[in-house]
């Protein structure tokens, strides 16, 4: 069996219904100074917007487009919550490989996430309940970008 | 209004129906060899294990005892999946302070934690359907007591 092993947690995906006020909510009753705009990332039908701790980042997410995969998730958590967490991987390519050789279900060719680098799914199935992403590590850190 | 922020994210919850197992499928699947071992937490009605990452951790909770807040969440969500944030504060009795002048319910007197230092939670309703722990920093590094 090849080696590999994921690396840092990255980030933890939060589904909402409306992120203009969860960004409200992180600013005003958590007071976090460091919250990014949303931005459109049509690919995975998401809009998106980091929340940045001193260390630790919560992804905001929510739908973007008619065909989003967190549509459904609010459907069945009207309030949202949360949808995944990510694990930061050295090469994608050799993680989807390493994964597949283990048995988990990996749900999508590589593509281009919310930090600029290739990443993929896994099925939570496989994984105790979670939707786990994996991300290749950013070569500069985009996390402020 | 005090001024107060939340700190870095100490810890993402994952709540696990068979902890021996979760332990055994972030090893075997993920190669995460820095792992804890199972220590039950009374107060709690907990069983957790602590998955340390190069940076960022994974606490994974299982039902201790007969009134486990976590029976309910396996209930519903039988695989398991993830249960709450937790975020560090320098002192828990001004995020108490904080959170209730900001109009966040907090459900239950500080208490102690996995971590050794005291521990509140957060209304999800509050916070967007996220169940939010929130942590005084640890004086040490007890991650990997």
Redesign the interface.
């Known amino acids: 069996m090849p080696?590999?092993?994921?690396?840092?947690?990255?980030h933890?995906g939060?589904a909402?219904p409306d992120i203009d006020a969860?960004i409200a909510?992180y600013r005003?009753?958590?007071?976090?100074?460091d919250i990014t705009e949303p931005k459109d990332l049509p690919p995975q039908g998401v809009t998106y917007a980091f929340v940045n701790?001193?260390?630790?980042?919560?992804e905001l997410i929510t739908p973007y487009g008619d065909n989003s995969p967190i549509t459904k998730y609010l459907e069945r958590?009207?309030?949202?919550?949360?949808?995944h967490?990510c694990?930061e991987v050295e090469d994608i390519r050799e993680a989807v490989t390493?994964?597949e050789t283990?048995?988990?279900r990996v749900l999508n060719e590589p593509r281009i996430g919310a930090h600029g680098t290739l990443v993929v799914f896994l099925h939570?199935?496989?994984?105790?309940?979670?939707l786990i992403e994996l991300m290749e590590t950013p070569k500069a850190d985009a996390s402020h970008a």
Chains 1, 2 share one sequence.
């Open positions: 080696k590999f092993n994921v690396g840092p947690l990255n933890v939060v909402v969860a909510m005003e009753k958590f007071g976090v100074t701790l001193p260390s630790g980042q919560v958590n009207p309030k949202g919550g949360q949808h967490l694990f390493a994964m283990r048995g988990m939570p199935g496989d994984a105790g309940g979670v």
